[in-house]
């Protein structure tokens, strides 16, 4: 008799039923026995209850479910996607070197490397410190790794549960999920749709889609992300003070979230926290080459934590982030991190500005698109995202109308947490030819 695991996962829930497959006979009336499944087989470890809190599936999935569905049952049509905000354009002849040298060097003796450091190799912390910032931070307060979607994750793990948190509403679901999962909330409400324990900053047209801080209570950790995901705000520098000194007053420490800064076009929006006076002592900053130089699958980011950043016994968080990065993490691909080195180079920095042009057209002509059409229009200025408005309407709904009828894969702002609702967010994520096709497709539907 053979014992089998059948497995199929639907939304992050794995069904785990125990085949029994016997292939003898039964001497006694001579027949085969048939496979059958016995009563589904369970261990004995309790689930963690924080994932029980989560709900249904991570939005990104689910809006591919519904697309892989759509697609299913309409096999002939032609969908465009401005949906997940993965980047399209191969990465650029200079960058692309970079790391096919890293992979080279690892085929010779002299140039093999097995494990590296933790922290990421010292050129490129010297390169991301010097040419980011303006050395405005130190070599040692970077800490390169695999990206940014996993760094938010190790800093909770460093934060732990007792932490509170507040969020932009709507934002990049990570932060609240990863938060769920810590047991750093309660269950989620469905009355609000919100997390009780997480505090929602609701960010929309009336405030300039920046929070009214005046009025938002104490938390200790503040995920901010600029320019934002989705609505494709970005905060400018007075904004960003009021921010740093709101963290200031109560003692709370920004994780500042700088995936969208290369986009950043207005001269009064900083690219980085660090920039603001007095943020070191209160701001960690996260950043990615996912969406600089078309990195979503090769996978490098860093996270700067400031030496002046201190916990309230006066340690210092970079130690304790230090020890995160060495227990739980072993470094970043060195082929990641010698491309990474080709991206901070004069060649690289440009080719990633061609990029962003690129992107930053298809966000324009998005942009303009929609508001001839009489929506009122936000982001795509300063992000690669627009975000526009279908008030009174649910914006799942909105998403599903889009794809059956001009079928353009967008993503629902409700799934971005209760303040994204009645809005559609679309990614500039795609070639100039699917984004002119999209465009003239909306024209059709909405003109
Ligand atoms: C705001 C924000 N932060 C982080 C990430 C993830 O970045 P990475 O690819 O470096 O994990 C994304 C990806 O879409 C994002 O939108």
């Not at 006076?277 to 900053?285: H, S």
């Not at 279908?390 to 971005?416: H, M």
């Amino acid at each position: 008799m053979m014992l089998g695991f059948v497995g199929s996962g639907f939304l992050g829930q794995s069904v785990v039923s125990r085949v029994q497959v016997s292939s003898r006979k039964d001497a006694r009336r001579n027949v085969r026995v048939t496979p059958r499944m016995d009563a589904e087989y369970r261990t004995g470890v309790k689930r963690n209850e924080n994932f029980s809190k989560l709900q249904a599936g991570y939005l990104f999935p689910e809006i591919a479910r519904r697309r892989n569905a759509y697609i299913e049952e309409n096999p002939d049509k032609d969908i465009i996607s401005l949906g997940i905000g993965d980047t399209t354009l191969p990465i650029p002849d200079h960058i692309r070197s970079g790391l096919q040298a890293g992979a080279s060097k690892l085929g010779t003796k002299e140039g093999y490397s097995g494990y590296g450091a933790e922290q990421g190799s010292a050129g490129l912390r010297d390169k991301i410190a010097s040419n980011i910032y303006s050395d405005r931070v130190k070599p040692e307060e970077v800490f390169v790794s695999d990206g940014a979607k996993c760094d938010i994750a190790r800093l909770q793990m460093m934060f732990g549960p007792g932490t509170t948190s507040a969020v932009q509403d709507p934002s990049y679901p990570v932060y609240v999920d990863t938060s769920v999962m810590q047991g750093q909330t309660q269950l989620f409400n469905e009355g609000t749709s919100q997390f009780d324990g997480i505090t929602y900053m609701r960010c929309d047209a009336s405030n300039g889609f920046f929070p009214d801080l005046e009025n938002t209570q104490r938390t200790d950790v503040i995920f901010f992300c600029s320019p934002n995901n989705p609505t494709g705000a970005a905060a400018s520098k007075s904004q960003l003070e009021e921010l740093v000194s709101f963290a200031k007053k109560n003692g709370s420490i920004i994780v500042y979230d700088a995936a969208y800064a290369p986009f950043v076009r207005s001269s009064d929006v900083p690219k980085s926290i660090l920039e603001i006076e007095g943020a070191r002592e209160v701001a960690i900053e996260c950043n990615s080459f996912s969406k600089y130089a078309g990195f979503t699958g090769v996978r490098l980011g860093w996270v700067v934590v400031p030496n002046e950043l201190k916990y309230s016994d006066g340690t210092k968080v970079r130690a304790d982030f230090n020890r995160v990065m060495t227990t739980c993490f072993n470094g970043a691909s060195n082929i990641a991190q010698s491309g990474g080195l080709a991206c901070l180079d004069k060649e690289g920095l440009d080719e990633i500005e061609g990029l962003i042009d690129y992107y930053m057209k298809n966000a324009a002509l998005l942009r303009t698109t929609m508001i001839d059409l009489g929506f009122d229009v936000y982001g795509g200025t300063d992000a690669p995202y627009v975000w526009v408005s279908f008030p009174g309407r649910s914006s799942w709904d909105v998403f599903s109308e889009i794809l059956e009828k001009t079928q353009v894969v967008t993503i629902p702002g409700a799934g971005f947490g209760p303040g994204g609702d009645g809005f559609i967010r679309m990614s500039a994520f795609a070639s100039k030819e699917s984004c002119e096709e999209a465009c003239e497709r909306f024209r059709k539907m909405y003109g």
